[in-house]
């Protein structure tokens, strides 16, 4: 469960639990980055992207190869075969008590 207490991390779970194929890190720090700020994708200002992309790299998708919950190419940053088994559930709840919190 620790996968889960990083509020960004729960975001980057959510979103990679939507995808279907492999998707790049920038992109995914794209959209991250977007729906944090609430901005599209070229209104995000460069430094912001650079940290969010800086601390996915460093903090992020580390954690969760080491977890087998992500296979990540570094050669191409490329981050491939999603593996939320077991994780959809616990990540569902604690999703819905954000939402929740952010509600009130």
Known sequence: MD???DPRRRFILSVLATREMSTTLRGLT???AAREH????????PEEFNSIHTEMCHVHIPKLVDTGVVDYDVD????????????????????EADSRRNEM
């Open 38 to 45: 609430g901005v599209q994708h070229p209104d995000i200002p």
């Open 30 to 32: 794209n959209e991250i």
């Open 76 to 95: 191409h940053n490329v981050i491939e075969d999603v593996n939320l088994d077991g994780l959809e559930a616990a990540l569902s709840i604690v999703n």
């Open 3 to 5: 996968l889960l207490t």
